[in-house]
């Protein structure tokens, strides 16, 4: 961490969520929420929240859920410098239902909103200059400005010795062109740490079954990949250290969304304060788990001392 702080780039959102189970939107329903979200926002708060310094850039509305995500953002500890107010734009929206069967129905508004303006501003570029390491969210691959300020990011902090890390959740329903997957491309051959999460890790190695996606990846440079399971837990693959597997804590999942960015920040962030792969992957299978714990995707993100207590108290699946 000695280098500078994790920053990460992409869509500040709020999302507004469906109170009962079931298909959609297409008829009048009871909502819940405006709740701070967006991908790279529930990363850097878990960053933050941990104690690891953390910032990130993004753009917002001039409204109040521009505003409740600042606010969320700064009171955990993040800096917000990067964070642009849009005169024209509203804060980006994601509404989001869950079906019986888990899977979710969403209503995108983000590269039409005030997310889509994210550009390399001079409050950007001094972040930028002054970071160690950058996180990369395959969301926010599919906003133009976005892409631009990664690719810089990871050029200028490389440079510098610092590294990269990146979670591939590129969702179908976000990929606007083709400029998405170019760029993902880039991202992942300067990737240090690679967090992908299911049928991730076989889209991005190119290869249908999980050990060979493996050593394709480390093969191909990346350092460590962790794999995200669900309630699985979690699996630890390096390129110079042997296999790790983690039983997920046992916990009742009230709303999975945002368990795998506050489980990839606190992965992160105890290696980058000097903790081994397996303590980091204890770590991040707590800050998964309980934020499964809470409704709201950045509502359970976790203190170390939250999750050193919750390790010690909760039992393994
Ligand atoms: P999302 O994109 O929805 O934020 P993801 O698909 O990237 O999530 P998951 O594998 O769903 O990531 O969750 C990340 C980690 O959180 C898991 O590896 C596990 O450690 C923990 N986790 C998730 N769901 C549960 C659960 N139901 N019980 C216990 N731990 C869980
Ligand atoms: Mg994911």
Redesign the pocket.
Known sequence: EALGPTITVGEILVEIMATTVGAGFLEPQSLTGPYPSG?PA?FIDQVARMGGAAGIIASVGNDDFGRLNVERLRRDGADVSAIATSADWPTGSAFVRYRPDGARDFVFNIARSAAGQIALTPAAEALVQRAGHVHVMGTALSIPGAREVILYAIETVCARGGSVSL?P?LRKELLTDDGALESFDKVLAAADLL????D?LLTAAGVSEEAGAVARLLEGGIGEIV????????SFFGRDRPRVD?A????A?ID?????????AAYLTCRRKGMTPEAALLH??????R??TRLG?MEGVSTLAELTAFIAETPR?
Not at 195 to 198: A, I, K, Q, T
Not at 248 to 251: I, K, L, N, P, R
Not at 258 to 264: I, P, S, T
């Open positions: 991908a529930i979670d959740n967090l992908p999460s299911g991730e794999l995200k399971r669900g309630e699985q837990g979690a983690c997920a804590f046992a916990v999942e999975p969304t945002g368990a795998g960015d506050c489980f990839g991040a299978n707590a800050a998964g788990a934020n499964v995707p699946r």
